[in-house]
């Protein structure tokens, strides 16, 4: 159960015996914004690098090491209309090495990072800002130059071309990048530190009020916290956007964005989660086999779903000169589930595997933290493990069609060889 450490602060304790390790993690949420998303990806990279205190990584790597090689990083996310600040710190137990002071010393250690950043006179230190911002730069280009995560980022893009925000990657882009100055990005810090909703899970061997005990002296600014809708909806289109861009690949990349009303929360989520593991999300499934292994049309063809935007995405890497052919052969996939052209057999497979990722991620602390983040935010979707397998596996063949009939495409992409 969360811990209200303030308004918008929240603690909570995930005790486990199944860890030789403790791992705390801070989530800070805020609204995604194109205007903010690049500042507080490279805020995220200055952090990391050093602080007031430790100047410089060589600094902040020794205390690292002197935590008995702890691990520590920070990182941005984008969950619906969130942007998210993740700060993660893994420590041994204390209890396996003799040393009962480790978490204490390790909550120190984030206490420095989060408030006594490498900032003087109002500004960051300038060859580290000036550092990570190039780096942080080179990076975004870098993953243009991937042709497979630049289709993924242009459908996105197109997907949400009426939406200036949802447009925008979590990590931003470096075009404002390129204006943001260190002295900006210490408001954006302060923005971070005063407004954003802060969630803190620690998991492992440890009690609640060793826990409590760490944080007491943790001082967040006392302000009125934003707290934004988590979900994002946007209107169906009538007309299907298109997009083809020309370059120089060896292989042609063939991305859809489809429309889906079934929301995280939802009780036909189910539904849809085995619908993706028919359609694409599987070895089993009908894109897979269809597409890539009878048809050799694809030498990927893959789907996932985000439930927080209500979007659905087929990911393809094709010949080129096959583009409408596998255009026409991934409609007639989705039309097939459509028309309940699958067996139970199909569906027990993927009830099985849906149900073994979801007893895998009860070993993975991350996995715990993520979905105690979510009941959370959304404690009326909370459910027990039971009650989430059981509902996995009442889903019907008839349910599935209905989430399969409720998809339309609305966007398609295509990466292709110079013409």
């Not at 020794?62 to 935590?67: E, M």
């Amino acid at each position: 159960m969360a811990i209200q450490l303030q308004p918008g602060i929240q603690l909570t304790v995930i005790p486990t015996e199944k860890y030789k390790t403790i791992r705390t993690f801070l989530r800070f949420s805020a609204p995604h914004s194109k205007q903010t998303a690049a500042k507080r990806t490279l805020l995220t990279s200055l952090l990391e690098t050093n602080s007031l205190h430790y100047p410089d990584q060589t600094d902040l790597s020794a205390k690292l090491a002197d935590l008995y090689g702890a691990s520590f990083g920070l990182n941005v996310g984008k969950k619906g209309n969130l942007h998210q600040i993740n700060v993660a710190l893994s420590l041994v137990n204390g209890k396996y090495i003799g040393n009962d002071e480790v978490f204490t010393e390790g909550m120190n250690f984030l206490k420095e990072i989060l408030f006594y950043p490498n900032i003087k006179e109002n500004t960051f230190d300038q060859e580290t800002f000036r550092l990570e911002k190039d780096n942080l730069i080179a990076y975004i280009k870098s993953l243009y130059e991937d042709k497979q995560t630049m289709a993924s980022l242009r459908l996105q893009e197109l997907y949400f071309s009426e939406d200036a925000n949802q447009k925008v990657p979590s990590f931003g882009t470096y075009q404002h990048l390129e204006q943001v100055t260190a002295q900006e990005l210490v408001e954006t810090y302060q923005a971070m530190l005063h407004h954003d909703q802060i969630d803190i899970f620690v998991v492992g061997d440890i009690t609640e009020a060793q826990v409590k005990a760490a944080f007491a002296t943790w001082e967040f600014p006392q302000t009125k916290r934003q707290r934004p809708e988590i979900f994002y909806q946007q209107p169906a289109s009538a007309t299907i956007k298109e997009e083809v861009i020309h370059e120089p690949v060896t292989q042609a990349k063939l991305n859809l964005g489809y429309q889906t009303s079934v929301y995280y929360g939802d009780s036909r989520r189910f539904a849809l989660m085995i619908f993706n593991g028919l359609f694409g999300g599987f070895p089993h499934s009908k894109l897979f086999l269809n597409v890539r292994e009878k048809e050799s049309l694809a030498y990927y063809a893959s789907s996932s779903v985000d439930t927080f935007r209500g979007l659905v995405t087929v990911q393809t890497g094709i010949d080129g000169k096959n583009r409408a052919r596998v255009l026409a052969l991934v409609e007639e996939q989705l039309a097939s589930l459509c028309a309940g052209e699958f067996t139970e057999a199909e569906i027990d497979q993927t009830k099985a595997m849906l149900r073994n990722q979801f007893l895998l991620s009860l070993d993975n602390p991350q996995a715990l933290i993520e979905t105690a983040y979510l009941n959370q935010w959304l404690p009326e979707t909370k459910l027990s493990e039971e009650e989430f397998l059981s509902s996995l596996m009442a889903v019907t063949k008839e349910e599935i069609q209905a989430v399969a009939q409720d998809i339309t495409l609305q966007a398609i992409f295509v990466l292709d060889g110079e013409e």
